[in-house]
């Protein structure tokens, strides 16, 4: 039987850097993880591999729309979707290899299969018991399911088919209006497919900021994706090549039935903790199926951590990643700690979209007294050559204090703009410490000083 400090289950970007944290504060770590590659959802089947495609089809976009007007003229590039398939392969080989790499480095044994906990102490895979002082579980999410719609993954899929299908079609339902349909509705608008999303709700990404939320919606319909707003999707129909898709209008409870070449099924996610033997051990789960953690992420059974989606919380690789951080110190008897009130979201369409802390609603619920500093990529010289001017940035600031709030940006790298803001709010700043921190022209970054300018006596090319 191998002894180990810490192991870890599921090698996910919540598991891997804990892994990695756990080894290079001294403790003796393995991390379990049944798929080929190390990685998790994100690396194999999510975040990275979506990247790929999603600026594949970005260069796509520009060649066919801007280049000509840049004074690049000649024959647009046809699209071999094989080969961006291997492109998208190569993308998830490098960084699962690298992970690979790392675990090398740090001594971090990599237990081949999926684990279980048949009590505390103990880890068990395949045949073989491992030891552990402490148990991290990190074993990330699945999407969810819709009653009615049966996913093949071949003509109706989640996020992990629609990152494969076999060819591109003509014409594609999304259902939801989240995070992934958005993104890989994006991807195949740009590919040339009529694309339909169908969502419940009356506004697109749930929990946005609504003046987001409208700008964004008006941007991508421009950019040729249709909405269907207010209207549960009720049932999929599929024959060997195609699907139906029924939905009802939920303001006069209509029927109607759209037809597909292919249906993403993209409603959200859920924890994912089948077979890990929680329940005989007594871990406490929420009525959503989450672990519950105390605030050092220690389950209800000693010695048994959990972080990331299997857990409460924005299902995020950098939640993840920082709370993998935050547990490995809480095992080698440091001070982990994540500050939840900066987390920043990021969609990454183009233009991107991203956001932290609070947004206007959730201000205007709370009563604080708030201000605006709002700044158009219009103003801004360099998203103007770039042909990147859709898009603002919109900062909230306390109104007596000016402490920045929340931020909420739509237009290019507004990813990773983002990050400057994040950074001033971890150190309690102002809007007006932005708005006197010099920044390099012509960038886009100065689109974020404007907007803290606003807060205050106003922005200049406003
Ligand atoms: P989501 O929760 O973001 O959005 C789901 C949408 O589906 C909601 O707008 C909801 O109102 C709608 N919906 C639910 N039932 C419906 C029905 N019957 N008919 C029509 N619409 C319906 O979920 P999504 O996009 O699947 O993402 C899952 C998770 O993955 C999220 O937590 C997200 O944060 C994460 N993710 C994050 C990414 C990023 O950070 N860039 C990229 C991809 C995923």
Redesign the pocket.
Known sequence: MASYDVIVIGSGPGGYVAAIRCAQLGLKTACVEGRDTLGGTCLNV??IP?KALLHATHMLHEAEHNFAAMGLKGKSPSVDWKQMQAYKAETIGANTKGIEFLFKKNKIDWIKGWGSIPEPGRVKVGDEVHEAKNIIVASG?E??S?PG?EVDEKIVVT?TGALELGKIPKKMVV?????????MGSVYARLGTEVTV????DA????MDAEVQRSFQKILTKQGLKFIMG????KTETNKTKAKVH?KLRKDDSEHVLDADAVL?????KPYTDGLGLADLGVEMSERGQIKTDAQWQTTIKGIYAIG?AIAG????HKAEDEGMACAEVLAGKHGHVNYGVIP????THPEVANVGATEEELKKDGRAYKVGKFSFMGNGRAKANFAADGFVKILADKDSDRILGAHIIGPMA?DLIHEICVAMEFGASAQDLALTCHAHPTYSEAVREAALACGDGAIHA
């Open positions: 999510g975040c979506s999410s999407p969810a819709l719609v996020s259902i939801g209006a989240g995070v992934i349909g958005l993104e169908v969502e419940y709700l697109i990404t749930p929990g209207a549960a999707v009720q939905y099924l993209a409603t959200g996610r989606d924005p299902m995020l690789a979201g990021v969609i990454y990813g």
